[in-house]
């Protein structure tokens, strides 16, 4: 299994440009997580999904952020517009259940400059 | 006027040494916790798992011991090596279905 798949690695947008980053979970994981990490605020959950559903999004910044899951291989979070402050690395996390540890992609290193 | 980042925690063991990193948790209901390692430029990778009915779990040199009464959760690595060096997290779910939340995690260096 290739584990969590994020894409792309590295993103370096101006301020007030759109960004997506897509993440795809591991095969037959029914649940998926966005986290945030900085220096600032450590590892914040944004909003985690079940069986594509969204379940809790409390942790999503503000309007500007959105996640999708059209289905159970595929998953975006959008940034519009971006602001120098979203500056992070983002992760991507699947389960198979939603009683079980997540398994975490590299992350998205996010610069908006 | 400039952020200033998280300071964290720093345990620093020579190689061989057995090294205990601690996490005290926040919420009594949680009935779920893991330990992940985080080695630089790469996401958390899963280390070990414990449930609230057990006290104490090992795996292949490493131990999580859980202290329900204080709210404390230790890992114990054995024979602690360079490639351990690493920020450790502890995580803590605690509802059915509900979301994993994240200490701030220690940075484990080990010196040759």
């Known amino acids: 299994d290739a584990g969590v798949i994020q894409s792309p690695r590295h993103e370096v947008t101006e301020m007030g440009q759109e960004v997506t980053l897509r993440c795809k979970p591991i095969?037959?994981?029914?649940?998926l997580f966005w986290y945030r990490q900085t220096m600032m605020r450590g590892l914040e959950l944004l909003i985690y999904?079940?069986?594509?559903?969204?379940?809790?999004d409390s942790g999503m910044p503000e309007d500007r952020f959105s996640a999708k899951m059209p289905n159970a291989s595929f998953s975006t979070l959008k940034i519009q517009p971006s602001e120098p402050r979203d500056s992070a690395v983002y992760f991507c996390?699947?389960?198979?259940?939603?009683?079980?540890?997540?398994?975490f992609g590299s992350g998205t290193r996010l610069t908006v400059v | 006027g400039e952020s200033v980042g998280l300071h964290l925690p720093t345990l620093s063991v020579q190689e061989g040494d057995n090294s205990i990193i601690n996490c005290a948790y926040s919420n009594s209901a949680s009935d779920y916790f893991i330990w992940y390692k985080q080695e630089s430029g790469k996401g958390p990778q899963f280390i070990i798992d414990?449930?609230?009915?057990?006290d104490k779990r090992q795996g292949q040199r490493v131990t999580v011991l859980l202290n329900k009464t204080v709210k404390h959760l230790s890992l114990q690595i054995a024979a602690t090596q360079p490639g351990d060096s690493a920020v450790y997290f502890c995580a803590e779910k605690y509802n059915q279905g509900g979301k994993l939340i994240f200490g701030q995690g220690t940075e484990l260096s080990v010196k040759p």
């Open positions: 996390a699947s389960s198979p259940t939603q009683n079980y540890g997540y398994t």
């Open positions: 414990i449930r609230s009915n057990m």
């Open positions: 999904f079940n069986n594509n559903v969204p379940i809790d």
């Open positions: 095969s037959g994981h029914n649940s």
